[in-house]
């Protein structure tokens, strides 16, 4: 065990304590909420665009953003409205502490997965490793597993492609 283990363990005790807080079902549903507000956000934001130019005189160069803003917001809001209605009828049936012990479980996963992307971020950017040498990969005693989860899951992803690639929906915030 060396730093770069403690550095790695450092946000999946973190992660695992605030999903203990939390609880699963509120954890899954801000996980749900993020993903679900852009994908929204970004695919129905004009029936924000078309209220906003409706009710108020907004700047034409900043409506699309506030419309994707508010439609984002809105999403999240609901999302986690769900989601507290979920988990007090989770907590009626007694069934709070297996939520919360799930909550953990589901923190040290996600941190688990930050840091496999954080990892390869870091090592598609760091050719020369002068950031994680070889000898901290070496002793450390998690780096090889949790570096290995992105590749796993996505096994085709290639970092270098992807940082080229445009976005679709996104051309609402390049400059007109």
């Known amino acids: 065990m060396n730093i770069l283990d403690i550095i790695l363990v450092i946000p999946m005790i973190w992660l695992a ?6 609880g ?3 954890e899954l549903t801000s996980l749900v909420a993020l993903i679900l507000g852009i994908w929204i956000a970004l695919h129905f934001s004009y029936f924000a665009s078309d209220f906003l130019t409706e009710h108020f005189e907004i700047n034409q160069k900043y409506l699309h953003i506030v419309a994707f803003i508010i439609t984002f917001i809105v999403i999240i809001i609901l ?4 989601g507290k209605l979920v988990e007090r009828l989770i907590n009626l049936i007694a069934l709070g502490f297996i939520n919360k012990l799930a909550g953990a479980v589901f923190g040290v996963l996600k941190a688990a997965l930050l840091l496999s992307v954080v ?3 870091i090592n598609n950017f760091d050719k020369k490793e ?3 040498t070889p000898k901290l990969r070496e002793g450390s005693v998690l780096y090889k597993s949790i570096s290995s989860i992105i590749p796993t899951i996505i096994p085709w992803l290639d970092l270098d492609e992807l940082m080229n690639k445009e976005v679709p929906g996104t051309d609402i915030f390049r400059k007109a």
Do not use: E, Q
């Open 119 to 121: 990892i390869l971020i």
């Open 17 to 22: 304590y605030r999903g203990f807080t939390k």
């Open 130 to 132: 002068s950031v994680i």
């Open 79 to 82: 999302v986690y409205l769900v």
């Open 24 to 26: 699963l079902v509120i």
